[in-house]
């Protein structure tokens, strides 16, 4: 079935270190690959997103990479700072089907970043 | 000039009760969306209109009735609240399907 999970739900770093969040997906057919985060009493904030004809994109101190052979994706925070401290989300979207459109969240990272 | 706005922020009611949620976004997309949030903070699409017409409704109690009277607004009728509807309901957006959801600030719902 569907399903989109991560490794591990917390992350505790050093400001200005980098971080890496993971996520393992196990559905073949997901194309469409988002990170959110969600800092406290807010909405997910859109971060990044990845095409499975893409393995890696670049955007403002985040990288996204993805491995379609072992289904895994990360998100690598670059420089991290206070204000990154957060719970992270990945999401797969797939092509077709009942469920095109639909956007399948996994269990989330909190991430915190100690000064 | 809030993107997607959801009213009310706080919700605490009755078990029993009737409430409605409203969302509203400015960004002209044709695609909104409910999802649910739990305590453990697991996020799941409820349903999806797009330009008015409903194309996802996960598996949600009937009780749950989403009405979308133009293609900028989307609000979520509950009847009959019950204690496990206890969450934080948010409302996204979308230019289009498959296109980057935006989220509103969630509506927390309190039954008690």
């Known amino acids: 079935g569907e399903s989109v999970g991560l490794h591990l739900p917390t992350l505790s770093v050093q400001e200005g270190d980098n971080s890496i969040i993971n996520c393992a997906y196990s559905n073949s057919a997901s194309d469409y690959f988002i990170w959110y985060k969600q800092e406290s009493g807010k909405g997910p904030q859109f971060i990044i997103d990845i095409r499975s004809n893409m393995d890696k994109r670049q955007g403002q101190r985040v990288t996204v990479l993805l491995n379609k052979t072992v289904k895994h994706l990360s998100l690598q925070i670059a420089a991290t700072q206070p204000g990154d401290s957060a719970v992270y989300f990945c999401?797969?979207?797939?092509?077709?089907?009942?469920?095109?459109?639909?956007?399948?969240f996994g269990q989330g990272t909190i991430l915190t970043v100690h000064p | 000039d809030t993107a997607v706005s959801q009213t009310p922020k706080y919700l605490v009611t009755q078990m029993g009760n009737d409430k409605s949620i409203k969302c509203e976004q400015n960004l002209g997309h044709d695609t909104m969306y409910w999802y649910k949030q739990d305590s453990k903070k697991f996020l799941k699409i409820m349903f999806s209109?797009?330009?008015?017409?409903?194309?996802i409704n996960e598996t949600v109690p009937n009780r749950f009735s989403p009405k979308s009277p133009d293609k900028a607004h989307l609000n979520l009728h509950i009847n009959s609240l019950e204690l496990g509807d206890s969450a934080v309901y948010f409302c996204?957006?979308?230019?289009?399907?498959?296109?980057?959801?935006?989220f509103g600030p969630g509506t927390r719902l309190l039954v008690l």
């Open positions: 999401a797969e979207n797939m092509a077709g089907g009942t469920s095109y459109g639909k956007l399948t």
């Open positions: 209109y797009n330009n008015k017409e409903l194309i």
């Open positions: 996204a957006s979308s230019r289009e399907m498959r296109e980057t959801q935006y």
